[in-house]
């Protein structure tokens, strides 16, 4: 069954951006990194690699679908955070920005009666539940933690652990 066409459109947009996504989880990773916040760094790694294998998710639905994809330049992004709190808001605020995509991208498979697209969708609308409450969370204990150099080192020390259950668990699937 071939896709409409403008869902077909909109997926290769999504393509582009989740992988956009991935790529702002890589330059927040960064700051992390020259912050020598490593926990922090490594969970949003990890991050980075799920939005790629989002990307690969609606890349994989369009090839099984006999659809030709349509690849779109990924924009820049910003590595240069006044502050950790700063970094881990650009990771929520775009998540926030991802949902919406996921929501506009559902109606419109729903609006072109493909439920094959609306099931892939549904999964998409499901982790962007998790993924705005995992960002949200870092947020709100950057928050709460303020200046605190100790409260932001118990922060990474959780978030690395975190990174390195959840990668540990990755290779457990393959």
């Keep these: 069954m071939a896709v409409d066409q403008k869902l077909k459109d909109k997926m290769c947009e999504q393509i582009r951006n989740e992988l956009h996504a991935a790529y702002l989880y890589l330059g927040v990773s960064e700051y992390f990194e020259s912050m ?46 006044k502050s950790p709190l ?37 999964w998409f609308a499901k982790e962007q539940v998790e993924e705005e409450e995992v960002t949200r969370t870092l947020v709100d204990l950057l928050t709460l933690a303020q200046n605190d150099t100790k409260e932001l080192l118990l922060i990474d020390y959780r978030y690395g652990k975190s990174a390195k259950k959840d990668h540990e668990e990755d290779e457990e699937e393959d």
Excluded: C
């Design 36 to 81: 020598a916040l490593k926990g922090l760094a490594k969970w949003m790694l990890h991050h980075a690699k799920e939005e790629i294998e989002h990307a690969m998710k609606f890349y994989r639905h369009l090839v099984d679908r006999n659809e030709r994809i349509t690849f779109h330049q990924i924009e820049a992004v910003n590595s240069n955070y």
């Design 86 to 122: 700063e970094a881990a808001k650009a990771a929520y605020n775009h998540e926030v920005k991802v949902t919406k995509q996921i929501n506009d991208l559902y109606k419109l498979a729903d609006d072109v009666h493909d439920p094959a697209a609306k099931e892939l969708l549904l």
